[in-house]
């Protein structure tokens, strides 16, 4: 999750890998119940809709409508970029007909590379944030939660006229003052139920092994298109999921006909 302006960042994305791994211990707790957080998986979602409503999710920009609900689905998102990376991970994207949900960061990201959010909206992803600066939420007082919050937000909306509705939290860390202020902004808060913990290696094939042997229906697979093995992973993982018979789909067709309510955490 740390940040990628060229080369010449490539000490900022060590520091920032270093980061994420002290802190995957604790997440790991967070996600297997030793600390409380309540999440919501997206079956439950969809479940709470009801049979009523649309019968999927709606079609954007060339990818077809999907009934999750009859589909074998599972939600492709990249966090941190964009990046120097990006613009062959859309073109892969674009030529396998995969959606993706981005989460992206603002400063040396979303301010460095405006044209690539631009073109991830255009051509059909799903655009979020992940925060300004990366700063763990957990450990910011409140202004600086928001300002954390709104500042990539108003900037994917200004370069694609769309409101960001979701968010992921760095290092998936959020507690109840995050979901007070997601809610008071309008995110949902997305975590993932497979990482390739790609910031621990440079080796595609073993990024493609870990995500095949975590995948399951509704997965939410986590990467990050800002390290050199994760993009030339992309196509692997794209052919052996889709011969399992999985469709892939962004997060909000995860969830329709329901949908991610504000202040809420899913995973």
Same mark, same amino acid.
């Given at each position: !999750?740390?940040?990628?302006?060229?080369? !010449?960042?490539?000490?900022?994305?060590?520091?920032?890998?270093?980061?994420?791994?002290?802190?995957?211990?604790?997440?790991?707790?967070?996600?297997?119940?030793?600390?409380?957080?309540?999440?919501?998986?997206?079956?439950?979602?969809?479940?709470?809709?009801?049979?009523?409503?649309?019968?999927?999710?709606? $079609?954007? $920009?060339?990818?077809?409508?999907?009934?999750?609900?009859?589909?074998?689905? /599972?939600?492709?998102?990249?966090?941190?970029?964009?990046?120097?990376?990006? $613009?062959?991970? *859309?073109?892969?994207?674009?030529?396998?007909?995969?959606?993706?949900?981005?989460?992206?960061?603002?400063?040396?990201?979303?301010?460095?590379?405006?044209?690539?959010?631009?073109? !991830?909206?255009?051509?059909?992803?799903?655009?979020?944030? @992940?925060?300004?600066? @990366?700063?763990?939420?957990?450990?910011?007082?409140?202004?600086?939660?928001? %300002?954390?919050?709104?500042?990539?937000?108003?900037?994917?909306?200004?370069?694609?006229?769309?409101?960001?509705?979701?968010?992921?939290?760095?290092?998936?860390?959020?507690?109840?003052?995050? @979901?007070?202020?997601?809610?008071?902004?309008?995110?949902? %808060?997305? *975590?993932?139920?497979?990482?390739?913990?790609?910031?621990?290696?440079?080796?595609?094939? *073993?990024?493609?092994?870990?995500?095949?042997?975590?995948?399951?229906?509704?997965? /939410?697979? *986590?990467? @990050?298109?800002?390290?050199?093995?994760?993009?030339? $992973?992309?196509?692997?993982?794209?052919?052996?999921?889709?011969?399992?018979?999985?469709?892939?789909?962004?997060?909000?067709?995860?969830?329709?006909?329901?949908?991610?309510?504000?202040?809420?955490?899913?995973?």
């Amino acid at each position: !999750m740390p940040s990628l302006t060229s080369k !010449m960042t490539k000490t900022g994305t060590t520091l920032r890998g270093a980061a994420i791994l002290a802190a995957a211990a604790s997440l790991t707790l967070a996600l297997s119940g030793c600390t409380k957080l309540e999440t919501t998986s997206p079956s439950s979602v969809r479940d709470k809709a009801g049979p009523a409503g649309a019968s999927g999710a709606q $079609a954007r $920009a060339g990818f077809g409508a999907v009934d999750c609900r009859k589909a074998k689905c /599972i939600a492709l998102t990249f966090d941190a970029g964009p990046s120097e990376n990006s $613009a062959r991970l *859309l073109d892969i994207l674009k030529e396998k007909q995969v959606p993706a949900t981005f989460f992206l960061l603002g400063k040396r990201h979303i301010d460095t590379y405006p044209e690539l959010v631009r073109r !991830m909206a255009a051509e059909g992803h799903e655009v979020a944030g @992940h925060t300004w600066t @990366h700063k763990i939420l957990t450990d910011a007082e409140p202004d600086e939660i928001r %300002e954390e919050l709104e500042r990539p937000n108003q900037e994917i909306e200004r370069l694609t006229g769309r409101r960001p509705t979701l968010m992921r939290p760095p290092q998936g860390r959020t507690d109840d003052t995050v @979901h007070d202020i997601c809610r008071e902004l309008g995110l949902a %808060e997305i *975590l993932w139920s497979v990482t390739a913990k790609d910031y621990t290696t440079n080796d595609s094939d *073993l990024i493609t092994e870990r995500v095949l042997d975590q995948s399951s229906r509704d997965g /939410i697979i *986590l990467l @990050h298109d800002i390290y050199d093995g994760t993009v030339p $992973a992309v196509p692997g993982i794209v052919d052996a999921l889709k011969a399992r018979g999985y469709v892939f789909v962004t997060v909000p067709q995860l969830l329709a006909p329901g949908s991610a309510e504000p202040g809420k955490v899913y995973r």
